[in-house]
């Protein structure tokens, strides 16, 4: 089945513990991205990557960190979280930049 | 940047009645999507309509990209259909642009 797959899917943590939450899409999709879901503000572009070692920031990119090491792995890394990355996160991917999205599950992260 | 206006913002809707739901956005678009996010918080895909019509069971829609516009019909609604509808064009670098969608109940 194809599928954009988010690990963990609820994650309680404290304020400078390292974390890292993991995508994987098993469709050979080249282009994959983070976002986050705050109340009011929407959703809101973190990362982005159009390909194996592509990465480039998004809209909101201060505090996160990512790798693409293969097309299939795009980790988002919070180096030292705090308690305003509380937030709803979601993994997309898609072929291109310009084709169908697929989302994974979400990950509803909270930092005290 | 493309900006995305949704209408209604809220809509209550009894169970088996049709609505739909229109979407505006400011700029010309390559491609366009409808997402249902239900309850629980999921990205559901409706549809990827850049232009035309498409349908699927009791939803259908349709874009017309010359005049930025997208509508999404709904008919004989079901309490599952609740939640928010996104109308979701992306940008040239592929950011899907989100707005404050339209949040839907139906009621049993």
């Known amino acids: 089945e194809a599928q954009v797959t988010q690990n963990p899917r609820y994650l309680i943590t404290v304020t400078g513990k390292k974390l890292t939450v993991t995508c994987s899409q098993n469709m050979n999709h080249e282009y994959m991205s983070w976002y986050r879901q705050d109340p009011g503000l929407g959703l809101r572009q973190i990362y982005y990557s159009m390909n194996v070692e592509v990465t480039d920031k998004g809209d909101v990119p201060e505090g996160y960190k990512v790798s693409r090491k293969e097309k299939r792995n795009f980790p988002l890394i919070l180096e030292s979280p705090s308690p305003n990355q509380t937030s709803l996160y979601f993994c997309?991917?898609?072929?291109?930049?310009?084709?169908?999205?697929?989302f994974g599950q979400g990950t509803r992260l909270t930092v005290v | 940047g493309i900006q995305v206006e949704q209408s209604p913002p809220d809509l209550i809707l009894q169970e088996g009645a049709n609505s739909t739901l229109r979407c505006n956005f400011s700029?010309?678009?390559?491609?366009l999507q409808w997402f249902h996010q239900n309850p629980w918080g999921q990205l559901i895909n409706l549809f990827y309509?850049?232009?035309g019509t498409k349908q699927n069971g009791r939803l259908s829609a349709t874009t017309v990209a010359t005049e930025r516009y997208s509508l999404l019909y709904i008919s004989s609604s079901q309490t599952t259909d609740s939640g928010v509808y996104f109308c979701?064009?992306?940008?040239?670098?592929?950011?899907?642009?989100f707005g404050q969608g339209t949040t839907l109940q139906v009621k049993p």
């Open positions: 700029d010309s678009v390559n491609n």
């Open positions: 309509i850049p232009s």
């Open positions: 979701v064009p992306s940008s040239n670098t592929g950011k899907l642009i």
């Open positions: 997309a991917s898609r072929t291109t930049w310009d084709t169908e999205a697929f």
